[in-house]
């Protein structure tokens, strides 16, 4: 029997389909799960896997990517799928050419015409006998993909996918659902939203059934099981009405999954946050920690202080754009040398004399976070250091990623003939950061480099565009609104008819954004009038109750924390 696994990234599918494999073995099954402990069985597979998520391939045209990763697929199948299933009773897959298919033709815009014969051709008559689609609101599928990366996640290049920004695991899902409603005797949907624990003996029962039964019967079993279980609607009557909901949707996921709560509270603070954070951090420090970017708060600088001594990495890395207060820089001077590159990192754009200081201390043994620190510095200080570190590592500059981007991060912000020419030798090796370096920057050069990589990563295009109130800019974010979640990210609290055209265009379609976009226009009739609509429509998305839940709480009328 063959059984497939699908969902977006952050779903919980490798750690649903693992756990389903341990326990049917556990039942003397003979089980082959080509992607155990989330790699493939084939290192092919696996390499071809990582150059299509490699960014340093920014202009990989989407033809391109389709065919590269049916080729995986095909490698997967032809090297251990045919094999496993002439020698085992049930072999698990995370992914198939469902995958492929989806993100071709509902992520990147390719026809069907193009897509369907290759995927036909691809699968030479091989089909899944059941297909389990692991569902998960998009938001809670990000949180987890960002927390996976505090406890040493991907390395290297950021993946390409990303670079299309939040939307594109929304037109994802909208493809999945496509395909499990156009035949329900195969699909099933699996909401990975409750107890893991739950879902894998669900799916476990539901493989039992399909072998005995036939899937179709399995299927339809289960899917009335579930069509019985319904919630009446939610009401959200006002802002405190969602705060309340929401902080008991926290509580909830901090009974499984506490880095997930604490994550959800970022940014936040206040009584009812502070309790609940402070409990939290006794399970799932590094989250909470990670929650705390920016934040001057007492109870903020009494967690950091508490946690600095098991985790100086993550407490550094919650002060980035956050040295305002003395609790702050005290902090630190005591954890500088501990963790000397994330302390350097803190210091991106200041110009206080501790930070030249440590940056003179630091720059031969910690280079790269040195030249990350310049970001926005534009004077002959900081252009004196610039030199003095290519002095020292200019020759790798065409070699290494991670020197190309920190040189890249130094030139934020500037405009020179000099930040360019750095900016220019930084692109071929780190493009992304390159095009990231162009946030405040406005020239005609910048707008063509935008204008380039619109297609292939407008996430970073538009957070270039944050405060830009260009008519440029407006222009790039109505061209991408509909797709890209991000267009609607920096300009919080702006009253002008293109903020508010871009505002009522987006309601339906980034109904959380839109509210996030109005800051202390919250306050306002026009804002609050948005806000009832949008918790009228969308009780249940949590990325909107967490952005009211901010309203309610009065910090939208506190400037935002700098972009770091």
Same mark, same amino acid.
């Given at each position: 029997?063959?059984?497939v696994?699908?969902?977006?990234?952050g779903s919980?599918?490798?750690?649903?389909?693992?756990?389903?494999?341990?326990?049917?073995?556990?039942q003397?099954?003979?089980?082959?799960?080509?992607?155990?402990?989330?790699?493939?069985?084939?290192?092919?597979?696996?390499?071809?896997? =990582?150059?299509?998520?490699?960014?340093?391939?920014l202009e990989?045209?989407?033809?391109?990517?389709?065919?590269?990763?049916? !080729?995986?697929?095909?490698?997967?199948?032809?090297?251990?799928?045919?094999?496993?299933?002439?020698?085992h009773?049930?072999?698990?897959?995370?992914?198939?050419?469902?995958?492929?298919?989806?993100?071709?033709r509902?992520?990147?815009?390719?026809?069907?015409?193009?897509?369907?014969?290759?995927?036909?051709?691809?699968?030479?008559?091989?089909?899944p006998d059941?297909?389990?689609?692991?569902?998960?609101d998009?938001?809670?599928?990000?949180?987890?993909?960002?927390?996976?990366?505090?406890?040493?996640?991907?390395?290297?290049?950021?993946?390409?996918?990303?670079?299309?920004?939040?939307?594109?695991?929304?037109?994802?899902?909208?493809?999945?659902?496509?395909?499990? !409603?156009?035949?329900?005797?195969?699909?099933?949907?699996?909401?990975?939203?409750?107890s893991?624990?739950?879902?894998?003996?669900?799916?476990?029962?539901?493989?039992?059934?399909?072998?005995?039964?036939?899937?179709a019967?399995?299927?339809?079993?289960?899917?009335?099981?579930q069509?019985?279980?319904?919630?009446?609607?939610?009401?959200?009557?006002?802002?405190?009405a969602?705060?309340?909901?929401?902080?008991?949707?926290?509580?909830?996921?901090?009974?499984?999954?506490?880095?997930?709560?604490?994550?959800?509270?970022?940014?936040m603070?206040?009584?009812?946050?502070?309790?609940?954070?402070?409990?939290?951090?006794?399970?799932?420090?590094?989250?909470?920690?990670? !929650?705390?970017?920016?934040?001057?708060?007492?109870?903020s600088?009494?967690l950091?202080?508490?946690?600095?001594?098991?985790?100086?990495d993550?407490?550094?890395?919650?002060?980035?754009?956050?040295?305002?207060?003395?609790?702050?820089?005290?902090?630190?001077?005591?954890?500088?040398?501990?963790?000397?590159?994330e302390?350097?990192?803190?210091?991106?754009?200041?110009?206080?004399?501790?930070?030249?200081?440590?940056?003179?201390?630091?720059?031969?043994?910690?280079?790269?976070?040195?030249?990350?620190?310049?970001?926005?510095?534009?004077?002959?200080?900081a252009w004196?250091?610039? =030199?003095?570190l290519?002095?020292?590592?200019?020759?790798?500059?065409?070699?290494?990623?991670?020197?190309?981007?920190?040189?890249a991060?130094?030139?934020?912000g500037?405009?020179?003939?000099?930040?360019?020419?750095?900016?220019?030798?930084?692109r071929?090796?780190?493009?992304? !950061?390159?095009?990231a370096?162009?946030?405040?920057?406005?020239?005609?050069?910048?707008w063509?480099?935008?204008?380039?990589?619109?297609?292939?990563?407008?996430?970073?295009?538009?957070?270039?565009?944050?405060?830009?109130?260009?008519?440029?800019?407006?222009r790039?974010?109505?061209?991408?609104?509909?797709?890209?979640?991000?267009?609607?990210d920096?300009?919080?609290?702006?009253?002008?008819?293109?903020?508010w055209?871009?505002?009522?265009?987006?309601?339906?379609?980034? +109904?959380?954004?839109?509210?996030?976009?109005?800051?202390p226009?919250?306050?306002?009739?026009?804002?609050?009038?948005?806000?009832?609509?949008?918790?009228?429509?969308? +009780?249940?998305d949590?990325?909107?109750?967490?952005?009211?839940?901010?309203?309610?709480?009065?910090?939208?009328?506190?400037?935002? +924390?700098p972009?770091?």
């Amino acid at each position: 029997m063959f059984v497939v696994f699908e969902g977006i990234d952050g779903s919980g599918k490798t750690s649903i389909s693992n756990r389903v494999a341990a326990e049917l073995a556990r039942q003397g099954q003979s089980v082959k799960h080509l992607r155990a402990e989330g790699r493939f069985a084939s290192p092919i597979v696996e390499g071809i896997r =990582e150059f299509t998520r490699n960014s340093q391939h920014l202009e990989l045209c989407w033809e391109a990517e389709f065919l590269l990763y049916v !080729a995986r697929d095909v490698q997967l199948m032809n090297e251990t799928l045919r094999p496993a299933l002439a020698c085992h009773d049930i072999v698990l897959a995370d992914r198939f050419l469902y995958t492929s298919e989806v993100l071709a033709r509902h992520a990147r815009g390719l026809d069907e015409s193009f897509v369907r014969p290759i995927l036909t051709a691809a699968a030479a008559g091989l089909e899944p006998d059941l297909v389990i689609w692991v569902d998960v609101d998009p938001a809670i599928a990000n949180a987890r993909r960002k927390l996976r990366k505090l406890d040493g996640g991907r390395q290297g290049p950021p993946g390409r996918k990303g670079l299309s920004g939040a939307g594109l695991p929304e037109r994802l899902r909208e493809g999945y659902l496509e395909l499990a !409603a156009s035949d329900p005797e195969r699909w099933f949907v699996v909401v990975n939203h409750g107890s893991l624990e739950e879902s894998v003996q669900r799916v476990v029962e539901l493989i039992g059934r399909a072998r005995n039964e036939g899937p179709a019967r399995a299927v339809a079993a289960y899917r009335a099981a579930q069509s019985q279980r319904t919630s009446p609607p939610l009401r959200l009557p006002s802002a405190t009405a969602a705060l309340e909901h929401f902080l008991s949707r926290v509580d909830e996921l901090g009974e499984r999954e506490p880095a997930l709560a604490a994550y959800l509270l970022g940014g936040m603070y206040g009584t009812p946050v502070d309790a609940r954070r402070r409990r939290l951090a006794e399970v799932a420090p590094r989250a909470v920690l990670n !929650a705390l970017r920016a934040l001057n708060d007492a109870e903020s600088q009494r967690l950091r202080r508490e946690l600095s001594a098991t985790q100086p990495d993550l407490v550094l890395r919650s002060l980035r754009g956050g040295l305002r207060s003395p609790e702050g820089w005290t902090l630190w001077q005591e954890l500088e040398a501990v963790v000397p590159s994330e302390a350097l990192l803190c210091l991106s754009g200041s110009t206080d004399a501790r930070a030249w200081a440590a940056r003179d201390r630091w720059c031969e043994c910690e280079p790269q976070a040195t030249l990350a620190s310049l970001a926005g510095l534009d004077d002959p200080r900081a252009w004196a250091m610039r =030199e003095r570190l290519l002095t020292l590592r200019g020759e790798v500059i065409s070699t290494s990623y991670e020197f190309a981007r920190a040189l890249a991060r130094s030139v934020t912000g500037s405009s020179t003939d000099a930040a360019w020419h750095l900016r220019r030798q930084a692109r071929s090796v780190a493009p992304v !950061a390159a095009l990231a370096s162009l946030a405040g920057v406005y020239d005609p050069q910048s707008w063509l480099w935008r204008e380039q990589a619109l297609e292939y990563a407008p996430k970073v295009v538009m957070h270039s565009l944050n405060g830009c109130a260009e008519p440029a800019a407006w222009r790039l974010r109505q061209q991408v609104a509909r797709r890209c979640k991000e267009a609607l990210d920096g300009f919080e609290g702006v009253d002008s008819p293109e903020a508010w055209t871009l505002r009522e265009a987006s309601y339906d379609t980034w +109904p959380s954004s839109v509210v996030k976009t109005l800051g202390p226009l919250a306050d306002t009739e026009r804002g609050r009038a948005v806000i009832e609509r949008q918790l009228a429509a969308y +009780p249940d998305d949590v990325s909107l109750l967490r952005h009211v839940a901010r309203i309610a709480l009065g910090l939208h009328r506190v400037a935002p +924390p700098p972009d770091t």
